[in-house]
């Protein structure tokens, strides 16, 4: 038994994977509390695990690829009504509504590709804006959501309730399936940055010259970081239609964006922790905190104040600031150390 | 109505949605091109100015029963000092941000810059409603509430001098910017900001005069523009900045007048694509056709239709 | 044979695909080749370490029973860990007290320490005596002593049981291996037929051009000699005479196998600039080619040209690639360049600040790589073993070039010497043929410039790699180079080895200054 520990789990217990795998633990755990915890804390929770899946994906794109795409609200908007379109109106099982979301997104991720790759920088920003808001038109005016801006419901009188592998889902399982994705999620995105898939990103948005120099295809590789998150984004879209059981067009335009970007900016672009800490600072926090006590517009000018002061003070985001804060604690205690102790 | 008839209403109505968006688009072009920035708060500064302006006007009266404010209009000046107040609350406001934020931001290249002003666009809007008050909406007040008939087609009067104002102004910088020491400073600074320096031209006067004035129009636009529509709320400008984006990169940013023709043909396109649309009943599409159509004018010229392509020295 | 047949655009376009196919074959075949003596080593290292492993909980269980055999019981187990406890203690205690002292300046220190240490002596005797009173020793009974035997037998029984479990496990796989040696080898055979039919159609594809080319040139000789004889315009005119140079390039650079790259008549114009006007010159292979001109002479167009950043305004640029087939340049993309075995850096550092220095040599060997983003998705073996074998390969760069000590640092701060190191070992990570420097010694001092001229010539002796360079250092250019090339406003204004160049008036008017002593 305890060769089994030394040989196997242990190695596993340091590779980072581990720790992905606990937070997926913990999600879980999560659900067996949802009587135990109030319900928005719980909606705070699980919102913003399935948020930071988005956020893994936009962060790919930005902090690897350099590309600033303010198009992650389409994605999650394509993910939620795609679902609902395919399982309610055409009446197809869940599974194939949700291989539906991901075929959709891959090919909206690609013409989004193909678009990066006239326009650069800044220009990509606002013309991803554009496209954004072209998809929640889009979404808006066929017939079936043209009732206004609301999607539709997946609870209330319905056709079929939602089953997956012959289970009956209700919201609360919902938090499995995100527990799942995320995890998934986190692997790969950490397997990626920490492969030649990877650095090829960094170098070409360090200098396209140089990368195709040693062989890069531009156009293969800004289609992946593309194809990625919007397939996150997408997946983001699809829990949270699991879990909310109604959309809102209204509430994955550019505002959304512009926070998923505020969320990777303040934890720290190229980490997925800070990912997990920045999400957490602007969604977990105004869900769970300044929602309940009616401070929304508080949590609004603190969201942006952070973005402001991180990117002016610590480009590397919260994390760095971890990683700096911890570096001077250590410091200041050796320090007090030798104060008392004296040296030998 | 006959074709002639036709024509001419599309131009005006075109010409009153420019007098709105040429105004917030060069506030974005004038920030563009003195600090590489892409200013997503641009409606946000405007929108600021528009609710001092009518905080100030519903102050001057307001009703003892219900509390709400009630003034009615009897005399110009009580519209233009607190318009002229909005415009002085978005210029402080931008000269603050430039001066406070971005001079002192350790690592400012383009992405972060862009960065800085999503930040600006969140704090605005929460604070706007802790500084005003609650109430989502505030009703603006117009120049004039009377309308003129020309040619047959009801034009407010109130759109003809938004347009009369816009373009004197806009005018007047553009004479500047050719024929004074400034505008040439602001040129070099647009040019090349390390070399204009060196120059001597003072860079960050330049660049704090270009955030006050862009907020200045910022403020001017919104505040017709809510007159306009005869409403306000946060979000108001957020369309109007879009179109403004969408009008930049149409028109090129190269130059200063460039993406001007990209907001008349912006706003013409408003104007045409509902009209062509509707004898097939897809009005409801004409932004959607709108926006993609302008995506493909900037893929095929991706430097704008106006703009010239910069090539790098590797 | 199918003689006279025209190369139609499907023809070539199945021979790049077979091209691509048998490249990525021959790296498969590599990675194959050196994939089972991986798995051997890791199977025999899997086994020692479960041995080891074994080994250490073996000793860890038995210690304590050993330990009270020899005589040491658990009471004296545990009088020995208090008084360890209390002497650490007192330890950090002195050593407090004696940072007071310090600090309140006392100067009679050694004094008070005496005092300190004799009071605490008498304290610790005391405490030794309550802890021998409290845990007194004891013998050993009889039984107590067959017990802890039988415990240590039984630990060693599992022991074994472990090891033999282990070692079968460990033949067992290696059985497994050799019959995936014979696997591998099967599959190592059948990619190798597959190279070997791939390079015959190859060769059977270029021999068809040849044939083709050499049929075109003699009708293109002949429409020239009819157009000129009519007085034909000389816009169609020019465009056969284009044609036939290229066909005449070709055919030359395949004739003389000297030559690695030959470049002919090769113009770029942006706009009414003329960057590069007519230029033609000859790289052979394995030497050292140095290309001088002043600045805007157009020397780094000449590079954007050949690597296809640009696309060249009209001439020639025929390459010998590295499996010694001829190709056009002009028909490659920018990101294809370095499989036909050219390399290059930069003039200006153009490396990843984000990443380490191992990491940048790494990203050059991209065009090296058999895992696909798949793959890179969950980490598979595949892609562990290929990073392996690359970190290997960087890191013997790094030792060749005598920079490996920032191996796993940032590039970001270092001193510039260093950089254009990094730069010109990124260059190597592909082992191309042709490697382009562009101005590699821009920013050095005279120490680093000639530590640059001796590690370029190193590379050029050592791998016969070819080089061509493009310098304003006269020192640098004159030293090293086998053959100089000389231009001036996009034009060639004189070639020869260094010597001549420097005799040469026209250069030395335009370029060098009328003294030259170098």
């Known amino acids: 038994m305890k060769l089994y520990y030394l040989e196997k789990i242990k190695p596993f217990m340091k590779k980072p994977h581990f720790g992905f795998l606990i937070v997926g633990v913990l999600l879980v755990i999560l659900r067996l509390l949802v009587n135990v915890l109030p319900p928005d804390i719980y909606g705070a929770i699980v919102t913003t695990a399935y948020y930071y899946l988005a956020g893994l994906g936009f962060a790919l794109l930005l902090g690897y690829g350099g590309l600033a795409s303010l198009g992650t609200g389409a994605f999650v908007g394509i993910g939620a009504f795609t679902l609902h379109f395919v399982f309610r109106y055409l009446a197809m099982p869940l599974t194939l509504a949700i291989i539906a979301g991901i075929i959709l997104a891959i090919l909206v991720s690609i013409a989004f590709g193909f678009v990066s790759l006239r326009i650069s920088g800044m220009y990509l920003a606002i013309v991803t804006m554009g496209l954004s808001q072209i998809v929640i038109e889009v979404i808006r005016n066929i017939p079936q959501y043209a009732s206004g801006t609301t999607g539709g419901f997946l609870s209330g009188p319905m056709a079929r309730p939602l089953e997956f592998l012959g289970m009956r889902l209700n919201s609360n399982s919902a938090v499995l399936f995100t527990a799942v994705f995320v995890v998934i999620g986190m692997m790969i995105v950490h397997n990626l940055i920490h492969s030649s898939t990877g650095r090829a990103l960094l170098s070409i948005k360090n200098s396209d010259t140089a990368a195709q120099t040693m062989g890069i295809n531009l156009l293969k590789y800004r289609l992946f970081a593309f194809v990625i998150s919007g397939v996150y984004g997408t997946l983001a879209g699809i829990l949270s239609m699991l879990f909310v059981r109604n959309g809102n067009v209204s509430q994955i335009g550019i505002t959304f964006a512009l926070n998923i970007l505020a969320a990777v900016v303040i934890g720290g672009t190229k980490s997925v922790w800070g990912i997990m800490l920045g999400t957490f600072v602007i969604f977990g926090l105004d869900l769970a905190v300044f929602q309940r006590f009616n401070l929304g517009n508080y949590s609004l000018i603190i969201n942006g104040a952070l973005i402001i002061l991180v990117v002016m003070f610590y480009p590397g985001g919260l994390i760095q600031l971890f990683g700096d804060v911890k570096r001077f604690m250590i410091k200041q205690i050796s320090k007090v150390k030798a104060h008392i102790y004296g040296t030998e | ?314 | 044979m199918e003689q006279n047949k025209k190369i139609t655009p499907i023809m070539t376009y199945k021979h790049g695909l077979n091209v691509k196919k048998h490249r990525k074959t021959t790296l498969l075949i590599n990675y194959y080749q050196g994939l089972t003596d991986e798995l051997e080593a890791d199977i025999k290292n899997g086994y020692q370490h479960s041995k080891d492993l074994i080994e250490g909980i073996y000793e860890e269980s038995v210690k304590p029973y050993q330990q009270q055999l020899q005589g040491i019981t658990k009471n004296d187990a545990t009088r020995d860990l208090k008084s360890k406890t209390y002497d650490k203690k007192q330890y950090w205690a002195r050593r407090k007290y004696r940072q007071t002292l310090i600090r309140k300046q006392d100067d009679q220190i050694d004094q008070k320490l005496l005092e300190y240490d004799q009071t605490h002596q008498l304290e610790r005797d005391n405490f030794i005596q309550k802890l021998t009173l409290k845990y007194p020793h004891k013998d050993l009974t009889n039984t107590e002593i067959d017990r802890l035997n039988q415990k240590i037998a039984s630990c060693e029984e599992k022991k074994e049981k472990q090891i033999q479990r282990v070692t079968e496990k460990y033949e067992d796989r290696l059985k497994k291996l050799e019959s995936f040696k014979l696997k591998n080898t099967k599959r190592i055979q059948e990619k190798e037929l597959l190279n070997e039919r791939l390079s015959k159609e190859i060769d059977h594809y270029n021999q068809q051009v040849l044939i083709d080319d050499q049929a075109l040139l003699k009708t293109y000789l002949n429409d020239l000699d009819v157009m000129q004889s009519a007085k034909v315009l000389p816009k169609s005119a020019e465009k056969i005479q284009a044609k036939i140079d290229r066909i005449e390039t070709t055919l030359r650079t395949i004739e003389n196998t000297n030559i690695h790259l030959s470049i002919h008549n090769l113009k770029m114009f942006f706009g009414g600039i003329k960057a590069v006007n007519d230029l033609t010159f000859d790289v052979k292979k394995g030497e050292i080619f140095g290309l001088i001109g002043p600045n805007g002479a157009g020397k780094t167009t000449v590079f954007n040209c050949i690597t296809q950043f640009y696309k060249a305004t009209s001439g020639d640029m025929i390459f010998r690639n590295k499996e010694g087939n001829i190709v056009d340049l002009n028909e490659r993309k920018t990101h294809d360049i370095i499989n036909e075995g050219i390399a290059r850096s930069f003039q200006n550092v153009e490396l990843i600040w984000e990443l380490t220095v191992l990491d940048n040599l790494l990203v050059a060997a991209h065009s090296l790589l058999i895992t696909n983003y798949f793959e890179h998705m969950v980490h598979s073996k595949r892609m562990q073993r290929e990073e392996a074998v690359l970190r290997t390969k960087g890191m013997q760069i790094l030792m060749d070039l005598g920079i490996s000590e920032y191996a796993y640092r940032s590039p970001y701060g270092l001193p510039y010497g260093i950089l254009k190191k990094i730069e010109l070992a990124r260059t190597l990570m592909t082992n191309p043929t042709l490697i382009i420097l562009d101005e590699p010694a821009a920013g050095l001092n005279d120490a680093e410039t000639e530590d640059l001229a001796k590690v370029i010539k190193s590379i050029n002796h050592k791998y016969g790699i070819t080089i061509f360079l493009v310098e304003h250092d006269m020192g640098l250019v004159m030293s090293i180079c086998d053959t100089v090339c000389a231009i001036s406003f996009g034009k060639k204004i004189g070639i020869g080895t260094p010597k001549e160049i420097q005799q040469n008036t026209e250069v030395r008017a335009a370029y060098l200054g009328d003294d030259s002593d170098e």
């Open chain 2, 1 to 314: 109505m006959n074709f002639a008839t036709d024509i001419l209403s599309i131009i005006i109505s075109a010409l009153i949605s420019f007098s709105f968006l040429s105004l917030a688009t060069f506030g974005i072009v004038l920030i563009f091109k003195t600090s590489s920035t892409t200013n997503f708060a641009q409606g946000m500064l405007g929108i600021l100015g528009a609710y001092t302006t009518s905080y100030l006007i519903d102050k001057q009266g307001v009703v003892d029963v219900t509390g709400l404010p009630s003034v009615t209009i009897t005399s110009p000046t009580q519209l233009i000092l607190p318009i002229l107040a909005g415009i002085l609350v978005s210029f402080i406001t931008g000269f603050l941000i430039n001066n406070v934020i971005f001079k002192h931001a350790k690592f400012t290249n383009a992405a972060t810059k862009q960065i800085i002003t999503m930040g600006l666009v969140i704090v605005i809007t929460g604070l706007i409603p802790l500084i005003f008050g609650q109430t989502v909406t505030r009703v603006s007040f117009p120049f004039s509430q009377q309308t003129i008939m020309f040619q047959g087609i009801a034009v407010p009067v109130h759109q003809l001098i938004t347009l009369i104002l816009s373009t004197i102004i806009l005018l007047t910088i553009f004479i500047l910017l050719k024929y004074t020491k400034w505008g040439l400073g602001v040129r070099s600074v647009a040019s090349n900001e390390r070399v204009a320096g060196m120059m001597g031209i003072n860079t960050s006067v330049i660049n704090s005069m270009s955030w006050a004035i862009a907020g200045a129009l910022g403020a001017l636009s919104a505040i017709t523009y809510t007159a306009a529509i005869g409403s306000m709320s946060v979000v108001t400008m957020t369309s109007i900045q879009i179109n403004a984006f969408y009008a930049s990169i149409l028109g090129g940013f190269s130059s200063f007048g460039g993406p001007l023709g990209g907001a008349f043909l912006l706003s013409a396109g408003q104007a045409i694509f509902p009209k062509l649309l509707v004898t097939w009943n897809l009005a409801a599409w004409s932004n959607t056709l709108l926006y993609v159509s302008i995506i493909l004018a900037v893929l095929i010229k991706p430097a704008g239709l106006f703009g010239k392509k910069i090539v790098k020295k590797v």
